[in-house]
Nanobody
Framework: QVQLLESGGGLVQAGGSLRLSCAASGGTGSTYAMAWFRQAPGKEREFVAGIRWSGDKITIRDSVKGRFTISGDNAKTAVYLQMNALQPEDSATYYC??????????????????WGQGTQVTVSS
């Protein structure tokens, strides 16, 4: 099991930036992919951005393309989410996730095996 710890959330004004970090430990060498999801109150958890370690394939949600960037370290022990030009609709709890099995897409919550506790991002208008 991979333990994940997120940090970097907070309160920011619209147009501002935040950088989220996710530190992974325990079994990180077996992960196939890591990703960021977010969940706003009353809404389903949704994919934001992810890295598939094989080939360093990056996938980013359309609504945040050009504003959010995901990166990771070669040791598979951390992923980062740089969020620029934040908007109120980006407000949510952001979760880091890790997949330890090979899957088709790594776009859905069910394809990830381990989750962090989440970090809150609030964007004021």
């Amino acid at each position: 099991q991979v333990q994940l710890l997120e940090s970097g959330g907070g309160l920011v004004q619209a147009g501002g930036s935040l950088r989220l970090s996710c530190a992974a430990s325990g079994g990180t060498g077996s992960t196939y992919a890591m990703a960021w999801f977010r969940q706003a109150p009353g809404k389903e958890r949704e994919f934001v951005a992810g890295i598939r370690w094989s080939g360093d394939k990056i996938t980013i949600r359309d609504s945040v393309k050009g504003r959010f960037t995901i990166s990771g370290d070669n040791a598979k022990t951390a992923v980062y989410l740089q969020m620029n030009a934040l908007q109120p609709e980006d407000s949510a709890t952001y979760y880091c996730a890790a997949a330890v099995l090979f899957r088709a897409s790594y776009y859905y919550t069910g394809e990830y095996d381990d989750w962090g506790q989440g970090t809150q991002v609030t964007v004021s208008s």
